[in-house]
């Protein structure tokens, strides 16, 4: 049973666009949603993460929206670079567990 | 130190072979996981430990799978007995203890196992 559902599963996006990847979760009991970045041969790595209580963070180009109601969050890149081009993993974590519940990623692809 | 060390980075391994793949996680951590990555990306998160002791095995495969962190010895992974379902890239995390919410892991770079 997956409990973290993460779409699209390919996004190309022209450089200078805005990417958004969504993810919606089923377990309320979750209270970390965290972002990884993932580039081929390399292990993930932590992009911006949010807890339930705020509804949008934002770390430079990236945000994340976070709907507690609707049981759903996304990350949005701002003005894309081909640098972005990775997999990006949406991810939970439920109270005291520590071990993180991953969607199935996201392939974006930057173009110039 | 300052990153996950994940040793080896590829292992090849003969079906009913035994493998074992290390981790030394960054300084001052005190809890450590292991997932497994398969070809669709789908991350499977096996087991966790906090300092030597398990934490949470509920990911772990009963029959073949072990794991140990023993003080001032790399954390191990162990599969007896491979077999080809088991390829796969195996990634080790390690994390300070913060308060609940700030769980931030650092992950190394993987073991790429393929059995063949």
């Given at each position: 049973q997956q409990q973290v559902k993460q779409s699209p599963q390919s996004l190309i996006v022209q450089k200078g666009g805005i990417s958004i990847i969504n993810c919606a979760y089923?377990?309320?009991?979750?209270?970390y949603f965290p972002w990884y970045q993932q580039f081929p041969g390399k292990g993930p790595a932590l992009l911006i993460a949010i807890r339930p209580d705020v509804s949008e963070k934002k770390e430079g180009r990236f945000t994340i929206s976070f709907n507690k109601s609707a049981k759903q969050f996304s990350l949005h890149i701002m003005d894309?670079?081909?640098?972005?081009?990775a997999t990006y993993f949406c991810a939970a974590l439920l109270a005291g567990r520590r071990a993180l519940t991953f969607g199935s990623g996201t392939r974006l692809q930057v173009q110039p | 130190g300052e990153e996950v060390a994940q040793t080896p980075k590829h292992l090849v391994r003969g079906e009913g072979q035994k493998a074992k793949l290390y981790c030394a996680p960054i300084k001052g951590h005190s809890y450590v996981f292991w997932y497994q990555q398969v070809l669709k990306n789908e991350f499977k998160f096996l087991i966790s430990f906090q300092n030597e002791n398990?934490?949470?095995?509920?990911?772990?495969?009963?029959?073949r799978f072990s794991a140990k962190c023993l003080p001032n010895s790399p954390c191990s992974l162990e599969i007896q007995a491979?077999?080809?379902?088991?390829?796969a890239v195996y990634f080790c995390a390690s994390s300070r203890?913060?308060?609940?919410?700030?769980t931030e892991a650092f992950f190394g770079q993987g073991t790429r196992l393929t059995v063949v």
């Open positions: 089923e377990n309320t009991a979750f209270d894309s670079q081909p640098g972005d081009s | 398990v934490f949470d095995e509920t990911g772990m495969p009963k029959e491979t077999k080809l379902e088991d390829s203890t913060f308060g609940e919410w700030n």
